[in-house]
């Protein structure tokens, strides 16, 4: 009676041991599931800024999605498509959406974009970025730019490897030469970030870019076609 006591007490620890692992294993695998899903939907975001001297703009602003997302129901509400980007920037005061578009990567991925006009960058910002410009005197001025970055998946080492060699960007091109910048100067008046996203990817981070730039003298032609322009 004691040895079958005793033997069950073993099955009963063994079989906990059992569904412990199982569960454990599980988890590994929804995570490792989980993980997949988010590198392969919202794969890359390149945003093109144009600022003028008078801090209107051009934007494009291109998303690199898989199939399925850029497919998906509308009801599930994380579809990224034209019509989608083409809310989310028109419902911004003071954005015009000019036209939007999309191309295939390759068979399991979409590049979709959205251009725009903007009478005021900082009027792009939301929940996740903020864009300012501020005015230092003597002709130069600041651009300033936060991206939120938050890691839900504690698992780092797994998605880097899954993000590798993905790459989201910045770019902007200002009224005048820049003067200084923690991004990479292309030319004299325009800069590009790159976000590599191995390095972020599975972590809280805020992102800052910033660029000092001088706006010179208005000349001639442009005063015309500036004029032209606020006609029309």
């Given amino acids: 009676m004691k040895y079958i006591k005793k033997r069950k007490s073993i099955d009963t620890a063994n079989s906990i041991k059992e569904r412990n692992l199982s569960k454990e294993v599980l988890i590994r695998l929804l995570v490792f599931f989980i993980a997949i899903a988010l590198s392969n939907s919202c794969i890359e975001i390149h945003a093109k800024f144009k600022i003028n001297r008078d801090g209107t703009g051009y934007g494009k602003i291109a998303y690199v999605v898989n199939r399925g997302m850029y497919s998906a129901p509308d009801e599930q509400n994380i579809a990224i498509n034209e019509d989608k980007l083409a809310e989310s920037i028109a419902k911004r005061e003071g954005v015009k959406v000019i036209k939007t578009g999309s191309s295939w990567e390759n068979e399991n991925t979409v590049r979709v ?12 910002s939301d929940s996740f970025s903020k864009y300012y410009i501020e005015d230092l005197g003597n002709g130069k001025k600041e651009f300033r730019a936060y991206y939120k970055l938050r890691g839900e998946l504690q698992k780092r080492e797994l998605l880097k490897s899954m993000f590798k ?9 200002f009224p005048g ?13 325009k800069v590009i970030w790159n976000i590599p ?3 972020y990817v599975g972590r809280d981070v805020d992102l800052q870019f910033i660029a000092q730039f001088e706006v010179g003298k208005e000349g001639l032609i442009q005063k015309i076609k500036n004029k032209i322009k606020s006609i029309l």
């Fill in 165 to 173: 060699d993905l790459s989201s960007s910045l770019e902007v091109e």
């Fill in 113 to 124: 974009w959205v251009e725009f006009e903007f009478k005021d960058i900082s009027r792009l």
């Fill in 177 to 189: 030469k820049v003067i200084s910048t923690n991004g990479k100067k292309i030319g004299n008046n």
């Fill in 197 to 199: 996203a191995e390095e």
